[in-house]
């Protein structure tokens, strides 16, 4: 089994991953963190947070028989990323780095299976499943377990040679796998930069984000009303958001992809909030064909856009951009439109 232990490994590496490693199936501590969060309700309306029961903090229930959790990371970040110089300019239309190029969950999971299947060549029969953001798994805990990174003031997994910007997959196995060495040190130290620099202070402290403040959240997740004291400090963000990451020191290290498929599409880098704006709905569905961005859908597109160019700087073409939608049919969109007229003729 360590033999095998290593091939998964090597394996890893050739289908593109940039880091592989093993662990168990115990989350006992994790369960009554995520606990404690459900019941101060700081996931909000991602009720599927909740649903699962213990699931997400037991995998023996989710796949019965597993035994071992091959963990894998792959860094996403483009060349050229000018994540500070969109944000500054607040009539450009920012989108999170992560969202820009092609969908990672199909890319990942076709890599996964691939994997599977190698690892089948040696044990027959394997029961596995593959997961890529996919169900009920604490990703950034079993990581951590199998040596991957620690955990982070804002949340996310930290690794002290790539940073953060990158994404994370699993494998459930029932093979006894040796286990790696796992994360008990935290590298954060006293740095809070992270929770000082996010826009809404959505972190209630460290380790603990109030998802109903976090944009990534607003702009994704939420399918209603953002609330209007949210609004100004959204910016020009209107797809995710990347700023806890940007202040992280340790990003300094951070690599960037080798998958072409990561690359921007659609000039999503470097659009302006205009520009999006005029898109039709099928021009947007077009457009974010195998794109993270489907996600979120035509309205909550259009409602984040408008709140950016509410943020904006005024001239006669945003106000012009903005009149063009006072009439939408959808209330929540004419909602956030008007309010961005009003910021603009105040």
């Known amino acids: ?10 394996g890893a590496s050739e289908l593109g991953f940039s880091d592989a490693g093993i662990s168990g199936t115990d989350l ?15 996931h909000g309306e991602m009720d599927y947070l909740a649903k699962h029961g ?5 995998p023996t229930e989710l796949l019965p028989g597993t035994l071992s959790v091959i963990s894998v990371r792959m860094n996403y970040l483009p060349t050229n990323t ?6 500054n300019q607040p009539e450009q239309a920012y989108i999170s780095r992560y969202a820009l190029g092609r969908d990672y969950h199909k890319l990942m999971r076709k890599r996964l299976q691939q994997l599977a299947k190698r690892i089948e060549e040696h044990v027959q029969p394997l029961n596995h499943r593959v997961f890529v953001d996919s169900a009920p798994v604490l990703e950034s805990a079993l990581a951590r377990n199998a040596g991957l990174g620690w955990i982070g003031k804002n949340t996310l997994l930290l690794n002290r040679s790539a940073g953060s910007y990158f994404f994370l997959g699993e494998i459930f196995v029932d093979i006894p796998l040796p286990e790696d060495i796992g994360y008990t040190s935290n590298h954060c130290g006293s740095c809070t930069s992270c929770l000082d620099r996010c826009p809404t202070q959505a972190f209630v402290g460290p380790y603990v984000l109030d998802a109903r403040r976090c944009i990534s959240y607003l702009t994704i997740e939420l399918k209603g009303s953002i609330a209007p004291e ?15 990451q940007i202040a ?5 290290f951070s690599k960037t992809t080798q998958e072409a498929d990561f690359s921007p599409r659609h000039k999503l880098d470097s659009s302006s909030l205009i520009e999006l704006f005029a898109w039709s709905e099928d021009e947007f569905l077009e457009r974010t064909l195998g794109s993270p961005i489907r996600r979120t859908g035509y309205e909550s597109w ?10 904006a700087p005024t001239s006669i073409m945003v106000i ?11 209330p929540v969109v004419r909602e956030h439109v008007l309010w961005a007229l009003e910021q603009h003729l105040k």
């Open 1 to 10: 089994l360590p033999q095998l232990a290593r091939r998964i490994k090597h």
């Open 28 to 42: 006992r501590a994790e369960e009554s963190h995520l606990l404690s969060y459900l019941a101060a309700n700081y």
């Open 54 to 58: 213990t699931k997400r903090s037991r």
């Open 82 to 87: 000018h994540m500070l110089e969109t944000l």
């Open 230 to 244: 949210l609004r100004s400090k959204i910016g020009n963000r209107i797809f995710g958001c990347d700023d806890c």
């Open 248 to 252: 992280c020191p340790w990003n300094k």
């Open 302 to 311: 259009l409602r984040n856009i408008a709140i950016g160019l509410g943020n």
């Open 320 to 330: 012009e951009a903005l009149k063009a939608r006072r009439e939408h049919d959808n």
